[in-house]
């Protein structure tokens, strides 16, 4: 409040600055007393109607009832309208007690009664829908102290009324999410609704106002329950922008409520979105995302067999009563990883396999895992982001359940689906290996041609061709791979998983992590570039990537080639490059000619212009720079 107003001039500079601009068209004035009660002269309806409920709410605190007129002027509103004058009751609830707070008694009275007017507006007189009014409620924009008293009515409204309470305890005692499987589910629909009559727009003032009576087609579907869900999402979420403050609200809310998660239409991916957005939030509150999950997916649902989302491990997490006891171990992730590498390969679970998936939120059980599991790993107990990264990649380097395809494209599906902060390591575990290199021995690099190794396919990098070694009788663990026969002893066996597993990772990555790479490459990896053994390892991670960019993202390209040809500056003004020339300058042609053409031009040539003019790179690379200018021509002629 601001110094030298009181409570009183406060509220009426407020409620003047909304209304007149309501009014401003209008020709007459209006005159406020001072008990705040307005008497307006419109010339218009419209702006009548956008204040209607705030003199009804005001009607309902004087006189404890609402005038027939009223249904009159309600039954005239249209959509958009309802939807303002809705907003406009928030406001000027908020803006109220906002005025009253000097006097803590005052004000605790008055959240009361205001609490007791919007019920009876929402229950006896049907004036406003709850789902409505919370929904205008919650999305609408305060600041820090009438947030928290827009967050203090609604908790009151929904906490220490019955009406809302009943019903939702009475429907989740009757129903069942998967109501199509019930022969019945019509008839107990229609009992809800006879025991907890929905009477629509202003019903309730109608019947009161002693009007014809109206013929209302019947609901076939839905009930106020089902259609709070949505804005318990919301709500949640405002809660969570509040914590810890909010902390004992947002529990009460989903011990609860939480037992509607289970007709939620998308309860995994609902969670999955609230943990990934507000990972910075809840890092170190372990006890709110148990809280979250338990209510969500935690719930006994008959309907659903045993581990039906989440691992028995993490189940047994949940039901303990120890918050943050419990510390994944190895074993953990390697089951997780596993279990998503069996479903993508086809050997689909008891428990997924008796769902109809074509009415469920994911349609297969590869994404159904996926998802399932990443809610998992982004509510962990006392795990940071950076320690699950580092435990999926040991699951991966480790090879306690096998190196193959399966498992790196498993883990990097996962890292892919994560927060930042999760698949950071990727990034850190290859810079690692990368100045690794400067300091160990190139000897293997000359006495591999490269171009002896025929094409090979992804399956053939990492695991031998099995087929082919079993008509010849052969073994398959003591035949290499490609994998191991090209990269092992090119560049050490640590590097060259890891190079493995950054290929699968960018390749399953989002378009947005994608553009991510680029500001890698040239934040990090171009100063750390000084030999030839670095230089090609940095040309294995992004070469695969080019056909990517090339179709999503082709004004990256330019960027990415503009740092491969300064790294390669630094490498050969060191001397270093001579083992693989062709293989290089092979590459480069080919970026140019089948990607970015003459784009770039100048930049490139500037850099060539640099290079040691005695090097085979500079003799391989001149044609790149193409023939001088007129105006070079004319110079030396001159001179």
Not at 306 to 328: E, R
Not at 449 to 462: N, Q
Request: charge should be negative; aromatic fraction near 10%; glycine fraction near 4%.
């Amino acid at each position: 409040m601001r110094s030298g107003e009181s409570g009183h001039q406060w509220l009426l500079a407020r409620v003047k600055m909304w209304w007149l601009t309501l009014l401003e068209r209008e020709h007459h004035l209006f005159i406020f007393g001072r008990d705040c009660r307005c008497w307006m002269c419109f010339t218009n309806v419209n702006s009548f109607v956008i204040i209607l409920s705030s003199l009804l709410l005001k009607m309902l605190l004087d006189q404890g009832k609402i005038p027939p007129l009223a249904y009159g002027v309600l039954e005239t509103l249209s959509a958009k309208t309802f939807a303002t004058h809705i907003r406009t009751l928030g406001d000027y609830i908020v803006a109220f007690l906002l005025a009253m707070r000097s006097d803590p008694n005052n004000q605790r009275v008055y959240i009361n009664r205001a609490v007791a007017a919007l019920n009876e507006l929402v229950w006896k007189y049907n004036v406003i829908p709850l789902d409505r009014l919370l929904l205008c409620m919650v999305l609408r924009h305060y600041d820090t102290s009438e947030l928290s008293v827009l967050l203090v009515i609604i908790h009151v409204l929904l906490m220490r009324t019955r009406e809302f309470k009943d019903r939702v305890s009475a429907f989740l005692t009757e129903n069942s999410p998967e109501y199509w499987l019930r022969s019945d589910w019509h008839q107990k629909h229609v009992t809800f609704h006879q025991t907890y009559p929905e009477l629509i727009y202003c019903e309730g003032v109608q019947d009161r106002a002693a009007h014809t009576q109206k013929t209302y087609l019947p609901i076939y579907y839905g009930n106020v329950c089902l259609r709070f869900l949505p804005v318990f999402d919301i709500f949640t979420h405002r809660l969570i922008e509040l914590l810890p403050q909010t902390l004992r609200s947002l529990e009460q809310l989903l011990d609860a409520f939480g037992g509607l998660y289970r007709f939620h239409d998308r309860p995994i991916t609902h969670l999955y979105h609230t943990l990934h957005y507000y990972q910075h939030v809840l890092a170190d509150k372990a006890a709110v995302k148990k809280k979250l999950v338990g209510a969500v997916l935690g719930r006994d649902i008959s309907d659903r067999s045993s581990g039906w989302c989440l691992s028995q491990k993490y189940q047994q997490y949940l039901t303990s009563d120890t918050a943050s006891q419990w510390i994944p171990d190895s074993a953990y992730f390697s089951g997780l990883v596993q279990r998503l590498v069996e479903v993508v390969n086809g050997h689909v679970p008891q428990q997924f396999s008796r769902r109809d998936w074509r009415f469920l939120e994911l349609p297969t059980p590869s994404l159904h895992v996926l998802y399932s599991t990443s809610v998992e790993l982004l509510s962990l107990p006392e795990l940071s982001g950076q320690d699950v990264g580092r435990s999926l990649l040991k699951v991966v380097f480790s090879g306690i359940i096998g190196f193959n395809m399966s498992v790196i494209n498993a883990a990097c599906l996962l890292l892919s689906a994560l927060p930042e902060s999760y698949w950071r390591v990727m990034n850190d575990q290859f810079m690692s290996d990368l100045q690794d290199m400067a300091s160990t021995d190139s000897e293997d690099l000359a006495s591999l041609d490269l171009h002896e190794f025929p094409p090979f396919s992804l399956e053939d990098l990492v695991s031998p061709p099995a087929k082919k070694q079993r008509l010849h009788g052969e073994d398959d663990a003591q035949t290499p791979s490609v994998f191991d026969q090209l990269f092992g002893k090119l560049f050490g066996e640590a590097a060259a998983r890891t190079l493995a597993l950054a290929t699968s990772f960018w390749h399953h990555s989002s378009i947005g992590q994608l553009l991510c790479l680029v500001s890698f490459i040239k934040d990090s990896v171009q100063s750390s570039v000084r030999t030839e053994k670095q230089l090609m390892y940095v040309f294995h991670l992004i070469a695969p990537m080019l056909a990517r960019f090339h179709s999503e993202r082709p004004s990256c390209i330019l960027e990415i080639v503009l740092a491969l040809y300064n790294m390669l500056r630094t490498v050969d003004s060191t001397g270093d490059v001579s083992q693989h020339v062709d293989l290089i300058c092979d590459f480069l042609y080919y970026i140019k000619y089948s990607l970015i053409g003459d784009a770039g031009k100048d930049e490139i040539s500037e850099i060539i212009s640099t290079f040691r003019t005695d090097s085979l790179l500079y003799s391989r690379l001149r044609f790149m720079v193409g023939p001088p200018k007129q105006q070079d021509l004319t110079v030396s002629e001159t001179a």
